[in-house]
């Protein structure tokens, strides 16, 4: 069965430094999204993308954040100047369309020191 | 604005008994609702979907829930629980239509005693 694919599963950043989550969603899905879900509290929205543009993003998700398709498989979320409240688990996922059920990546860990 | 609450942040139970997790939800408009689980080190797996039609959604796993309007629930059973049913359950919301942006409830801890 196709999977969401992200990379890489751990990534470990110093406050300040900018990092970029990669994913792969599935290949014929059109709407990918962000979420994150920090230790012990629940998955939050940040961000969903459609037509290579952001379809609607939450408050999470500021002028730190960027979202990127740069090529026909990819997508990318970029945190320009990493925060330590930014370490969370990072999860990608894709839906065929607006009204299927999401399918999540197993997420990027990212720790900030 | 929609949201979710999960009665019961840990719930244990033997194994072969009656697996019951609660979800409440709080919708504006008709919901669409989901439970999602999440195996150790793993990301969400949707468990089943209810989208306006059968009241009663059969998912995976021998997993099933009950869209109750009048008690703005929709809670998650299995008649009995297996060892790998052990994992964190989430249960979530969307508006019908949009760009599905889904709110995730806290998640309940199933812990399956032997």
Request: proline share 4%; with cysteine; charged share 15%.
């Amino acid at each position: 069965e196709p999977e969401v694919t992200q990379t890489p599963s751990h990534q470990v950043t110093q406050m300040g430094q900018e990092v970029i989550l990669r994913c792969v969603p599935i290949s014929n899905h059109l709407y990918f999204y962000w979420y994150r879900q920090i230790l012990g509290q629940k998955v939050e929205f940040l961000v969903s993308f459609y037509n290579n543009e952001i379809s609607e993003k939450s408050e999470i998700f500021d002028d730190q954040f960027s979202v990127e398709r740069p090529d026909g498989s990819n997508f990318t979320l970029k945190i320009r100047s990493t925060k330590l409240e930014d370490s969370a688990m990072y999860f990608c996922a894709s839906s065929v369309r607006d009204n299927s059920p999401l399918h999540f990546g197993n997420g990027t860990r990212l720790t900030v020191t | 604005a929609q949201s979710v609450t999960q009665l019961g942040s840990h719930v244990s139970v033997s194994e072969g008994a009656l697996v019951l997790l609660r979800c409440n939800y709080s919708s504006s408009v008709p919901p669409y609702l989901f439970w999602y689980v999440q195996y150790p080190n793993q990301g969400l797996q949707l468990l089943l979907k209810y989208t306006s039609a059968a009241t009663l959604v059969k998912g995976i796993n021998g997993f099933e829930a009950e869209f109750k309007k009048s008690e703005t629930s929709f809670h998650l059973t299995k008649p009995s629980a297996h060892m790998s049913d052990a994992a964190e359950y989430f249960c979530a919301v969307s508006d019908q239509g949009g760009y599905q942006k889904v709110t995730f409830g806290t998640g309940t801890k199933l812990q399956v005693i032997p």
